[in-house]
């Protein structure tokens, strides 16, 4: 275990389980530093508490998570949102991402595995349930099929970078990519980090989520501008 503990605020409105993932938490040494099942709360809690992360329930009484989400990013922007959730529709999940949250998470994970979720968070890495990551290669794919606008290039992207961009929202790895591309894995880390800054994002989740959402790229479009 890591001498130094993350802290943590949860804000779900189910006692049973808000009380029980505390538990889970403090015996892997996670510090539980405040706890709501009023959504309303939730901003002044944070601000309160300065948790390093803030797990937030989607569905509840009230205000929604998502509601939650963009109070808590216009009151703090820096502030670390991971959605802890049942939900696996779609919608949530990219309105959750675009919205600025670090993480989309499932309630029925294992705890270890959401103990390296939070820390990855913290650290500055988008994190997605597994089961859901396929979720963006096919909204990328539904998305286009329900816009017949021809995709846009307002962040300046070179062709090269608008074909990463293309693979970054199919879901594929930079390995796939470079083996897509006949180019070597060093020179598609390269382009991933140009594009992620033109984009001004901290992850190829966030910068597939703003591909679909904005129409930046066709993933119909096999072609392989130099």
Do not use: W
Not at 173 to 182: E, Q, R, T, V, W
């Amino acid at each position: 275990m890591t001498d130094i503990q993350l802290r943590v605020v949860i804000v779900d409105d189910h006692a049973l389980f808000r009380n029980g993932l505390q538990q889970l938490l403090s015996s892997r040494s996670i510090d539980v530093v405040g706890m709501t099942g009023n959504p309303g709360e939730a901003v002044d809690l944070v601000a309160a508490t300065k948790p390093d992360v803030v797990l937030l329930d989607l569905r509840m009484q009230g205000l929604s998570g998502l509601e939650v989400l963009v109070r808590l990013r216009s009151a703090l922007p820096t502030q670390c949102v991971v959605i802890l959730t049942t939900s696996i529709e779609e919608h949530d999940l990219l309105e959750a991402l675009k919205l600025g949250a670090m993480g989309y998470l499932l309630k029925d994970m294992e705890v270890d595995a959401l103990v390296q979720s939070l820390n990855q968070a913290m650290s500055g890495e988008t994190v997605v349930a597994p089961d859901l990551t396929s979720l963006l290669a096919r909204a990328a794919v539904s998305g286009e099929s329900s816009n017949e606008k021809a995709p846009r290039n307002d962040y300046k992207l070179t062709p090269r970078e608008m074909d990463i961009l293309r693979h970054i929202a199919q879901g594929k790895s930079n390995k796939d990519i470079a083996s897509s591309l006949g180019i070597v894995d060093g020179t598609v880390k390269l382009h991933v980090r140009a594009v992620l800054k033109k984009l001004n994002v901290q992850s190829r989740v966030q910068a597939a989520v703003l591909a679909i959402s904005e129409n930046l790229c066709d993933p119909h479009d096999e072609s392989n501008p130099s």
